[in-house]
């Protein structure tokens, strides 16, 4: 964890390093638009995950920069909940979001006609803090 903190920080600051006050002011701006996002996500991630033994509800990054994989694990995913495979026993909701970069918006305007899919910027924070709760509590995900 440490060696990743390490190279997380020297990363940033080469880039500030090469790219000046400009990357800097960017990098403060944005780092301004996500903390009230996670700081949302907090709470709204306790109560998902107290939820849980009667609710499931999944979140799943849509690998939208490729097209192969945008189309082809997407249609899977659509394929195996027809066939009633991998399907939980309980209530359940998969809710989707799509990585920044998008390959094809017409493909992703299709699959939003099929899929629950919600904005990156408030689904990421809150699938990230799952996953924080889930290894710190010993839960499963």
């Not at 009667?54 to 909940?81: N, P, Q």
């Not at 990156?120 to 839960?139: A, E, R, S, T």
């Amino acid at each position: 964890m440490v060696i990743n903190l390490n190279k997380f920080l020297n990363k940033h600051y080469l880039q500030i390093k090469k790219g000046g006050i400009r990357v800097l002011f960017i990098k403060f701006f944005s780092l301004l638009l996500i903390i009230p996002s996670y700081l949302i996500s907090i709470p709204i991630s306790l109560i998902i995950i107290i939820i849980k033994p009667l609710v499931l509800i999944r979140f799943k990054e849509l690998h939208s920069s490729r097209i192969g994989h945008f189309s082809a694990d997407t249609e899977l995913y659509c394929c195996e909940k027809d066939a009633k495979i991998n399907l939980p026993n309980k209530i359940y909701k998969d809710i989707f979001y799509f990585k920044k970069f998008v390959c094809n918006k017409f493909l992703a305007k299709m699959w939003k006609r099929k899929l629950i899919i919600l904005p990156n910027w408030l689904l990421k924070p809150l699938h990230n803090m799952i996953i924080i709760y889930c290894k710190l509590f010993n839960l499963k995900k």
